[in-house]
């Protein structure tokens, strides 16, 4: 599966339905994203169940001042419209990979009673 072009306009949409989304906040001067897009889009073809979101923090600069992005690349993972892990920095595929293991084994109702009790 093809990574999925976020905006500020289809960000919610797209984040607050059931199931996992990968966002990577990126810009086209950053580097350190340019090396990491093959390997984030490697892993979107290994999991086609999973949305793998792209949002260009310099074309989208609301979504991007929302969650406070200060660094690029920052992955942030969403399950069920709840964020569960932000993290700056291009991850190695093998860490990337345990990470979506983690979020995958989440007990999604554990979580929302965490939140609702906070």
Known sequence: MATTELTDANFEKVTSGEGIVLIDFWADWCGPCKRFAPTYEKLS????????GKLDT???????????IRSIPTIMMVRDGVIVHSQAGAL????????????????MDEIRAKLATA
């Open 45 to 52: 073809e290994k999991h086609p169940d999973i949305v793998f």
């Open 58 to 68: 310099e074309a989208n600069p609301n979504t991007a001042r929302e969650f406070n």
């Open 92 to 107: 190695p595929e093998s860490i990337l990979e345990a990470l979506i293991k983690q979020v995958r084994e989440l007990d």
